[in-house]
């Protein structure tokens, strides 16, 4: 009898497992599905997960965990199935007509003439009044429709009326003879079109370069910002003030020279056609009264630390009314805000490889075979700047084809703030997570940073229990500290799939009234419907996430200075373990001491692979003393960190009060194997000056085949019966003075310890006690270095030798001064 039941519940409980098993199975399709945008396919494997789990729950009583699963997958169907009918209505409404559409780019070259007419412009806006009147005739002439002439004709009447008084203008002007002087310009015609007002010009606080940054670049410079303008093998030029108003007004609709961006293998396989926002909807904008965050949504492309970046340049805009995110975008309007062209044509300002650079593209976007957009958009129907800045990104980044970033980079890219990161290290000692806190909480509410956050990899059962994606990026869009509870509000890209764990939605016990009160929050209401965003709190950040993404704010900062340079693959060696000495080095002098100055590495990255793969390992270490530094630990560094594989690295100096004012900044690539690009940019507190340590040694003798034999392998001086078999040379120092200055390397085999002693011989003009003997000092491995100033000018002798006596081998030896010298051997 026991047998027959232990055998029944075998069966049942094997049951079970079956039915949760294949409702796993369905519920990872449909959340593929979902993610890559097939919306019918997402809605039929969500309600056949949710079946399958019905059924479980009816054979095996109660199942809460069950039934919340079926409420979640139901929940989903029903609003994918909301947005899968307004896509086939979409769909069915019938496309604007070619005329129609001529209408509105004449409309918009129209608007843009009487902008450059309000300016004083003649002969820039005739000829786009003369194209728009063009345009309405040619559109006019093409239509039955009674209306749309009627509206073309007035377009055009407005254009013409302009056109004849620009033309009287104009010849009035030519007609004028006076030689003596130009003509007066007179007083300011009255404004043209009342709904163009005069731009609001606004002071901001002064951002210095203080001695080092003009507003000029170097020959040196500007190669190196030439060379790093092809990225994916397509040009782009810094950004100017004239590009600002470059001609966005065209007859007929813009097509970006450099081609269709290319689509990724998830976009190909639902790809249907590439279309225009006026063919999408009726009345397109750019940007629907402000930007919101909220709306923002990350579809088939990998690009969520790109959608997280925007998404909190948008809260970040709208919370402070500045236009961060949206003031890249042109053409803009005469309020300098970003407007819709119907011509098509964009630029976009992204900070890439040291400069801000001109992106230009056109607005055909990727539809797939739904009629969904295969790319970021904005839940705003009708507005369209997500998907034609995320465009605008990737289009340098080699096409929707995204490797993937962090948002470090992105953010950097379209604000140029500064790049920062804080990894989330709890098992170690020096993470003081509290100080984090209120560093984020502070700073955040002040606007000074902008924050994300990202996971690392996690177990497909971690992320089924938590809600939290694999190595994915979050928005952070509030920082709180209420009732004792330290909170974070996050926005996941994709607008769904939240949190599952303490003060998420699911979480009744830890919501208390008070706290709920003061976040205006209810986690029922919360409940009806998932958009993404969710409340966590620290504790869970600092157990499941991986690290922090910062980027500060410049203008924390009131000087600014940079240098854009490069790093020969084939200067130095590949590892600089033991010598820095061909490392770029850089002087910098800080005015005063109590400042703050942080210094910005940035490796210029020119292709698609580079930036996936990124084998390159950088730092910026930091000496004091502002000399040249040889040996990688003497003098010890004041801050060195680990080389790591991102194209920004960041050092953070705080000059205490009666501390050095002169450091010494070393550009670190790990095993080197290609020549680097790279821009150095300082922000400081005070004033400072950056400059590169130049090489003040021009003349060079060497020495390529020395060698420790077996009758000249002496050793070190403490080998008194052996010291003097070592091989010696004499250097002679040729100068008119006696304040020079030399440099002696000696390198040789790993596995011995190398020194040298130097001795004047006989001095041009001074005794030689004037030059007390010297050596390299301790005894280093493979390579030593010793650099002398003050020294008077006549002959040295040089000893180089091993520290044990009968170690045998080759070696190379290089003496350089700031005055011409010799180098030659002498028996011993």
């Not at 839940?379 to 980044?397: G, I, R, T």
């Not at 500290?481 to 996050?490: A, D, N, S, T």
């Not at 205006?520 to 919360?526: E, K, S, T």
């Not at 020119?606 to 390992?617: C, L, Q």
């Amino acid at each position: 009898m026991d047998d027959s039941r232990d055998g029944n519940d075998a069966a049942r409980e094997e049951r079970r497992r079956e039915l949760e098993g294949n409702a796993k199975e369905l519920a990872i399709r449909a959340v593929n599905f979902d993610q890559t945008g097939q919306l019918e396919a997402a809605i039929y494997y969500y309600r056949e997960a949710s079946s399958v789990l019905m059924i479980a729950c009816k054979e095996y009583d109660s199942q809460p965990m069950f039934l919340k699963k079926v409420k979640d997958y139901l929940d989903r169907a029903d609003t994918l199935e909301a947005q899968w009918k307004e896509q086939q209505d979409a769909a069915r409404r019938p496309k604007p007509t070619s005329e129609a559409l001529d209408l509105s780019r004449a409309r918009f070259l129209l608007m843009q003439a009487l902008e450059l007419d309000e300016a004083g412009g003649i002969d820039e806006p005739l000829q786009q009044y003369e194209e728009a009147i063009e345009l309405c005739l040619f559109a006019k002439s093409m239509t039955v429709d009674k209306d749309l002439q009627q509206r073309l004709f007035h377009v055009a009447s407005q254009a013409l009326e302009r056109a004849k008084t620009l033309r009287e203008r104009k010849r009035e002007l030519e007609a004028s003879t006076a030689p003596s002087a130009p003509p007066s310009p007179g007083p300011p015609p009255p404004p043209i079109y009342p709904l163009l007002p005069v731009i609001n010009q606004v002071r901001r606080p002064p951002v210095s370069s203080e001695s080092t940054e003009s507003n000029r670049y170097t020959p040196w410079e500007l190669e190196v910002l030439a060379k790093t303008s092809i990225i994916n093998h397509r040009e782009y030029v810094p950004f100017l003030g004239a590009d600002a108003r470059d001609r966005f007004a065209l007859i007929l609709p813009f097509e970006d020279k450099d081609g269709l961006l290319g689509l990724s293998p998830k976009q190909r396989a639902q790809f249907a056609e590439w279309v225009r926002p006026s063919e999408l909807v009726s009345e397109p904008t750019l940007i629907e009264s402000t930007v919101d965050p909220f709306s923002i949504k990350q579809t088939c492309v990998t690009d969520c630390s790109f959608v997280s970046s925007i998404t909190v340049c948008a809260l970040y805009e709208k919370k402070f009314k500045k236009r961060l995110i949206t003031g890249v975008i042109y053409p803009k309007n005469s309020r300098g805000e970003p407007v819709f062209n119907p011509c098509g044509k964009y630029t976009v300002k992204l900070y890439f490889n040291g400069v801000h650079r001109k992106v230009t593209l056109d607005d055909r976007l990727p539809l797939g075979k739904h009629n969904q957009l295969l790319c970021s958009y904005s839940n705003k129907k009708k507005e369209f700047w997500v998907s034609l800045l995320e465009k605008a990104y990737l289009k340098v980044m080699g096409g929707y084809d995204f490797p993937g970033s962090n948002s470090n980079i992105d953010l950097h890219a379209l604000t140029g703030w500064i790049p920062d990161r804080e990894p989330i290290r709890t098992k170690e000692a020096c993470f003081d997570s509290e100080a984090l806190f209120r560093k984020l909480l502070d700073r955040h509410e002040k606007g000074d940073v902008l924050v994300t956050l990202a996971t690392g990899p996690l177990r497909p059962e971690l992320e089924e229990r938590t809600g939290l994606a694999d190595c994915h990026a979050y928005a952070v869009l509030d920082i709180r500290f209420v009732h004792g509870k330290r909170l974070f509000l996050l926005k996941n890209p994709w607008s769904h799939m939240r949190w599952k764990g303490r003060f998420s939605d699911r979480d009744l016990r830890s919501w208390t009234p008070e706290i709920s009160e003061t976040l205006h929050y209810n986690p029922r209401n919360a409940q009806q419907f998932d958009n993404g965003v969710f409340w966590i709190d620290y504790e869970s950040i600092l157990g499941v996430f991986d690290v922090f993404y910062l980027n500060w704010r410049p203008t924390l900062f009131q000087y600014t200075s940079c240098t854009h340079d490069m790093w020969h693959g084939g200067s130095g060696p590949a590892k600089d373990l033991y010598n820095i000495g061909d490392n770029p080095q850089y002087l910098l002098s800080v005015s005063s001491t109590g400042a703050a100055v942080w210094v910005l590495l940035t490796r210029h990255i020119v292709d698609r692979d580079d930036f996936a793969s990124n084998k390159e390992y950088i730092a910026l270490l930091v000496y004091k003393g502002g000399d040249k530094v040889y040996l990688p630990h003497d003098p010890p560094p004041m801050i060195d960190g680990a080389r790591i594989n991102s194209p920004h690295y960041l050092v953070k100096i705080l000059v205490q009060p009666d501390s050095e004012t002169h450091y010494t900044l070393v550009v670190s690539q790990y095993e080197k194997t290609t020549t680097i690009y790279y821009t150095i940019r300082a922000y400081s507190t005070v004033p400072f000056m950056l400059k590169k340590l130049q090489n003040p040694y021009r003349f060079t003798k060497e020495d390529k085949k020395g060698s420790w034999g077996p009758a000249t392998a002496g050793g070190c001086m403490n080998h008194l019966l052996t010291y003097n078999k070592n091989p010696t040379y004499r250097f002679d120092i040729q100068s008119p003075h006696d304040h020079n200055q030399i440099l002696i390397t000696l390198k040789g085999p790993r596995q011995y310890h190398l020194g040298f002693d130097v001795e004047a011989f006989a001095l041009d003009r001074m005794p030689l006690s004037a030059f007390p003997r010297c050596s390299s000092g301790v005894f280093r491995q493979g390579y030593t270095v010793l650099e002398l100033k003050n020294v008077p000018a006549g002959k040295y002798n040089l000893v180089p030798c091993t520290h044990q006596p009968g170690q045998e081998g080759p070696f190379f030896l290089s003496v350089s001064c700031d005055h011409q010298l010799e180098l030659h051997r002498v028996q011993n």
